[in-house]
């Protein structure tokens, strides 16, 4: 229950909590002493309402205090650690904000600390990494909702930053007089060295061009500009040259934002590009659903499909001849389970320039032949940043402009290389480990055996330090919603007992933040009311999958009344994912089970077949699930399906039996899956845990559904069908009203337009910013080197590495 009160962002809790704990004295004491008196221990935010509500009996009083700022204040915080006589809170009252009090139990006398004697009250006996030492001239947001739009915020601030002094516009001067392609200058050279000879080499050619026809090509006056001090790269005609000119001189004039973010998209500073996407098998076909291979790869496919498409589009618009290349780096698999991950250089479809370039993880011994779990990969990462980055330098025949890091593995490795290299680094998450496993970082120690998160957290927090900037897909992601801290948040201030306590880990108010959200390739995922583009060659093959009665590792289970409408799922068998709690949540539905047959495609159907730890455990829970429920006859349980366009027309077939989607996700980082189905005008219900709460109004484009009360979240399908069966219209309304969301929010369009300016604006703020840089950049090596290693080694040295490390050749 959620105190309605409001509480102003101006009163510290520090300041407010005496007088609150004065009002309500008597019951504080009983709540205060019922806390302590298990002596030292740990308490979320569960264990503190409960037993708030047990020391009171008295129920107005209750009442009383749980709607006022205790209540609130307590509502508040995500844990508390206790240690008599103290109470140590972290209270989160807005998202991205955390504030720390100590309370003593004796008197109710309240002190404010800082995160670090917060992270000394659960751990004293560890490093402890401070990052935010380095950030003290970093201008930051204040508020909360403004988290993510780093770009804009950059842009603003640049804007006085460049105004400071007569000085102020030379670091631009500098970035411009260093734009080249292949040692060739772009846009000015040399001749223009003072910022008043750049503004009157600019007015001289605006005139100029002012009296040209618009369409007049570049190649017409090029001469012309060179005798100015002017190169290329202004623009493909006289128009689009005046304007870019115009630009700039508006910023040298007096800066302003608007001015500053345009220009900065038309600067050609970013030609080529790397992107690291290590683990699982990387491929474009026949890998969706192999382990730990799922939406991050068909993201960095059409992220590289959109963003070309983007950089051809910019390279012509700036009157450039020049070829992009983009190249996606991921790891070679010499046992490549029948995909094409043993191949080296692999051209990507659909695009006219890009690759994917696989380089094998080497060991002393040779070669690592067989496919490594994402959980076990960091004793490769430091060998392969080396070899890959030589590749990359080969391929390219020269340095990227930009590199992109994906996930922990292919951040860090992003990492590396970009420090070395001294390249503009972007990094994206798909899903930070930490927040999927609940307290996996007090509980780093039992959970390290299997997950290795010592290792990969670390990396987490060297990477994102790194990093000029951060793409995220939605706002969740950086700063959770008001009831649930963001996946970045999370790392702000946190404790690996024993290892190390981040007090200063990543700040979300940081303006490397920034939200773009990926689309699905509308090529393949369209609606089912499109009739002429429908892929009818597949529904033979999609027909025998649904509703053929043949059980085999392709399928178990059969759906005897083929009419009913079919709830619909697709994943990896994960944990997180939920596809046996959906299961269960069916098998125990009555009511549902007659309204609708379930069809779930996910992993493989026999544990003899997979090396994944978790889809073992996953598989024995779906026959299981089977048997005591009984579910054949309502149930079918798909294999991991790999052919994206097969895919695409399964979705619109579950849309023509008039069923839905549902995405059960114990925690969901993003969800492709969700909005695929939406593209498909599939009415979607999903998890409320994680982005799929953000990307569905629930109600209104979708619904959500709480993963951790099944019963609620059946019933609400259950409800679903039932109005479907009175009012034929009611499918129809969710199934467009999801698509009006996709269209006005997520498409790959507006993506590869923040993508790139993010490329240039943050490769010129990392100038503007190169002493602090530099700073943090020698804290970071020495972690890497003195911290980051030795837990690799300490990894090494167990059994499970020991086993991979027997299958080189
Ligand atoms: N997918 C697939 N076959 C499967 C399971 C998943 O093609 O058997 C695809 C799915 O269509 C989506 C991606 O893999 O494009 C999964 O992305 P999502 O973001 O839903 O989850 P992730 O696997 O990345 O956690
Ligand atoms: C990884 C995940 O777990 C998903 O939630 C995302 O949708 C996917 O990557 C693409 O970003």
């Not at 009296?211 to 012309?224: D, S, Y």
């Not at 590199?403 to 972007?426: C, E, F, H, P, R």
């Not at 992601?477 to 990543?506: M, N």
Request: hydrophobic content about 35%.
């Amino acid at each position: 229950m959620a105190a309605s009160l409001s509480f102003k962002r101006s009163d510290s809790i520090a300041e407010s909590m005496p007088e609150a704990l004065k009002q309500s004295r008597y019951q504080m004491k009983r709540c205060f002493t019922r806390y302590v008196s298990k002596g030292k221990r740990l308490m979320k935010n569960q264990q503190l309402m409960e037993e708030l509500e047990k020391s009171m009996d008295d129920k107005v009083e209750k009442n009383k205090l749980m709607e006022g700022l205790l209540g609130y204040i307590i509502f508040s915080t995500q844990e508390a650690v206790v240690l008599p006589p103290f109470v140590a809170f972290a209270v989160r009252p807005h998202p991205g904000i955390w504030e720390y009090v100590k309370v003593n139990s004796d008197d109710l006398s309240v002190d404010g600390i800082t995160a670090a004697d917060y992270l000394k009250a659960k751990d004293d006996n560890a490093l402890e990494i401070d990052f935010g030492a380095f950030d003290l001239s970093t201008p930051h947001l204040t508020l909360p909702s403004s988290i993510g739009n780093g770009t804009q915020f950059l842009a603003r601030f640049l804007s006085s930053k460049l105004n400071e002094s007569s000085d102020s516009m030379k670091p631009l001067l500098d970035y411009l007089l260093a734009l080249n392609y292949r040692g060739e200058n772009l846009m000015i050279n040399s001749a223009l060295n003072t910022v008043n000879k750049l503004q009157t080499a600019l007015l001289l050619a605006e005139v100029f061009v002012s009296g040209l026809a618009k369409n007049t090509p570049f190649q017409k006056f090029e001469e012309r500009f060179e005798e100015w001090g002017l190169e290329k790269g202004w623009g493909d005609t006289a128009e689009r040259v005046k304007d870019t000119l115009n630009c700039l001189s508006e910023v040298l004039q007096a800066p302003d934002p608007v001015n500053i973010e345009k220009f900065f998209s038309r600067v050609p500073a970013v030609f080529n590009i790397a992107i690291f996407s290590i683990h699982g098998y990387f491929g474009q076909a026949d890998v969706l659903g192999l382990p730990d291979t799922g939406g991050q790869v068909v993201y960095i496919l059409d992220q590289v499909r959109a963003i070309e498409e983007e950089l051809l589009l910019r390279i012509k618009q700036q009157g450039l001849s020049v070829k992009p290349q983009i190249l996606v780096v991921t790891r070679l698999i010499p046992e490549s389970q029948g995909t094409k991950c043993n191949l080296e250089l692999e051209p990507i479809l659909d695009t006219k320039h890009s690759h994917i370039l696989r380089v094998p993880f080497k060991t002393e011994t040779g070669v690592l032949k067989n496919w490594v779990s994402r959980f076990d990969i960091y004793p490769y990462l430091e060998r392969y940043a080396r070899d890959a980055s030589e590749k990359i330098l080969d391929h390219l025949e020269g340095k990227p402009d930009l590199i992109i890091g994906n996930y922990t593995d292919g951040n860090l490795v992003a990492s590396l290389m970009a420090s070395k290299l001294g390249i503009t680094q972007g990094t994206i998450a798909h899903a930070l480990e930490k927040t999927k496993y609940e307290d996996s970082d007090i509980k780093w120690k039992e959970l390290d055996q299997k997950y290795h998160f010592s290792c990969q957290f670390t990396a987490d927090m060297i990477a994102m330090n790194s990093t000029d900037f951060i793409i995220t897909s939605t706002y969740q992601e950086i700063a959770g919603s008001k009831d649930r801290p963001g996946q970045y948040e999370s790392h702000y201030a946190f404790t690996l007992p024993g290892l190390s306590r981040f007090v200063a880990g990543i700040n979300v108010f940081n303006p490397k933040f920034n939200i773009a959200s990926p689309g699905a390739d509308q090529s393949v995922y369209f609606p089912h009311t499109q009739k002429q583009k429908r892929l009818t060659n597949f529904h033979p093959a999609i027909e025998e999958l649904l509703y053929s009665q043949v059980e085999n590792y392709e399928h178990i289970g059969y759906l005897t009344d083929s009419k009913k409408p079919i709830i619909f799922s697709m994943a990896r068998l994960d944990t997180v994912k939920n596809i046996s709690g959906l299961t269960e949540w069916y098998g125990k539905n009555k009511r549902l089970r007659e309204l609708a047959n379930l069809v779930v495609v996910a992993g493989l159907l026999d544990t003899s077949k997979s090396k994944d730890r978790e889809e073992i455990n996953e598989i024995q829970k779906m026959h299981s699930l089977i048997e005591k429920y009984k579910l054949k006859g309502q149930f079918r349980w798909i294999a991991a399906q790999t052919d994206r366009y097969r895919n695409g027309e399964l979705y619109r077939c579950i849309a023509d039996s008039r069923g839905v989607f549902v995405q059960p996700a114990l925690y969901e980082a993003f969800g492709l899956t969700v909005i695929e189905a939406m593209n498909c005008g599939l009415p979607t219900f999903a998890t409320n845990q994680g982005g799929p709460a953000e990307i569905i109004i629930d109600g209104v484009s979708g619904f959500h559904i709480n993963p951790n009360n099944g019963e609620e979240a059946s019933n609400k399908i259950a409800d679903f069908f039932e109005k479907c069966k009175a009012d034929s219209s009611y499918w129809h309304k969710y199934s467009t009203a999801g698509l009006v969301r996709i269209y006005e929010s997520y498409t790959w369009k507006i993506y590869a337009n923040k993508a790139l300016n993010m490329g240039s604006i943050y490769g010129f703020w990392k100038q503007l910013n190169k002493e602090e840089k530099q700073a943090k950049q020698r804290y970071i090596q020495m972690l890497y080197s003195l911290h980051f290693r030795n837990l690799v080694r300490m990894m090494q040295s167990s059994s499970t590495v020991a086993s991979q490390q027997e299958s080189t050749m």
